[in-house]
């Protein structure tokens, strides 16, 4: 089975840019989608961006133009840099894989069809 780590998260201050990165180890698929997704204190986890099969990439709405999620399947790598960070960016950002491809878009979306994750890195916003 895959393992998932994440690095690159610290403490930015707003307008900042700050760029992600997450490997997989172990048994893994490059053909299966990876993403990004965060979670604040005393809030749900929710979806920030994924790059799935097909060189398809969806950004969640409170990131979209300001992030880009990219990956290299050579190094089993997928990044997510975040520009013009905001205070409401500051979360643990977690990436995960789908144990599947999914064709709907909106699959993506959910925390609940992605099987693996990753134990996530701290990104603090602040001035």
């Known amino acids: 089975q895959v393992q998932l780590a994440e690095s690159g998260g610290g403490l930015v201050q707003p307008g900042d840019s700050l760029s992600l990165s997450c490997t997989a180890s172990?048994?893994?698929?490059?053909?299966?989608?990876m993403g990004w997704f965060r979670q604040a204190p005393g809030k749900e986890r929710e979806f920030v961006a994924v790059?799935?099969?097909?060189?398809?990439?969806f950004y969640a709405d409170s990131v979209q133009g300001r992030a880009t999620i990219s990956r290299d399947n050579a190094k089993r790598t997928v990044y997510l840099e975040i520009k013009a960070l905001k205070v409401e960016d500051t979360a643990i950002y977690f990436c995960?894989?789908?144990?599947?491809?999914?064709?709907?878009?909106?699959?993506?979306?959910?925390?609940?069809?992605?099987?693996?994750w990753g134990q996530g890195t701290q990104v603090t916003v602040s001035s």
């Open positions: 172990g048994r893994f698929s490059s053909s299966v989608a």
């Open positions: 995960a894989v789908t144990p599947q491809n999914y064709a709907s878009m909106r699959a993506h979306f959910s925390a609940r069809n992605y099987a693996v």
């Open positions: 790059a799935a099969s097909g060189e398809r990439k």
